[in-house]
T-cell receptor
Framework: AQSVTQLDSQVPVFEEAPVELRCNYS??????LFWYVQYPNQGLQLLLK??????LVESINGFEAEFNKSQTSFHLRKPSVHISDTAEYFC???????????FGKGTMLLVSP | EAGVAQSPRYKIIEKRQSVAFWCNPI?????LYWYQQILGQGPKLLIQ????????DSQLPKDRFSAERLKGVDSTLKIQPAKLEDSAVYLC?????????????FGPGTRLLVL
């Protein structure tokens, strides 16, 4: 069985400040890791994913996440956030078998001016 | 490319009534998923289809929930009878294949309120 822990339910931050959203996972097999974002009144959309290779993955809008196998973590970071980054962020894990995703409870990123 | 379509967007019913949700996946996507997202929690998989066959329905409460994907394209999810704890957002997603590295594409969801 696999599980995902997102310890922070809300992260308030000021615009242009850096942010880190934490994600830890548990799995007995090799995993694939995902961050999905849900903007208000919209469906979930993929932000970035780690499949293999370089442990640092980046999104087109400035977010990055690093896969750390020894710490079983996949934290999401952005050096400078914008108001438009306000959304709920979900970390998810799947394995090399079926594509079933297991999600964390989500972290609400609240960016204020 | 059109995204995943879902209807209705909102539904309010009384407990013990029945309700049905519809999903049309992205064209050509063989795998379709239904998730339940209760307020304050992440999405939880209810059922997964590969074409018109069920791959995983281990977390579907089969005494009241049913789902079908008869022609391997559209899908419906039904609840009968509904309970108060079924209040949630029901998300449909699709992916090209079944492998773990596939990206899932989500619809906007159907928000259900059971009174």
């Amino acid at each position: 069985a696999q599980s995902v822990t997102q310890l922070d339910s809300q992260v308030p931050v000021f615009e242009e400040a850096p942010v880190e959203l934490r994600c830890n996972y548990s799995s007995s097999v090799s995993v694939y890791l995902f961050w999905y974002v849900q903007y208000p009144n919209q469906g979930l959309q993929l932000l970035l994913k780690y499949l293999s290779g370089s442990t640092l993955v980046e999104s087109i809008n400035g977010f990055e996440a690093e896969f750390n196998k020894s710490q079983t973590s996949f934290h999401l970071r952005k050096p400078s956030v914008h108001i438009s980054d306000t959304a709920e962020y979900f970390c998810a894990v799947s394995n090399s078998g079926y594509s079933t995703l297991t999600f964390g409870k989500g972290t609400m990123l609240l960016v204020s001016p | 490319e059109a995204g995943v379509a879902q209807s209705p967007r909102y539904k309010i019913i009384e407990k013990r009534q029945s309700v049905a949700f519809w999903c049309n996946p992205i064209s050509g996507h063989a795998t379709l998923y239904w998730y339940q997202q209760i307020l304050g929690q992440g999405p939880k998989l209810l059922i997964q289809f590969q074409n018109n066959g069920v791959v995983d329905d281990s977390q579907l409460p089969k005494d009241r929930f049913s789902a079908e994907r008869l022609k391997g394209v559209d899908s419906t999810l039904k609840i009968q009878p509904a309970k108060l704890e079924d209040s949630a957002v029901y998300l449909c997603a699709s992916s090209q294949g079944l492998a773990g590295q596939e990206t899932q594409y989500f619809g906007p969801g159907t928000r259900l309120l059971v009174l």
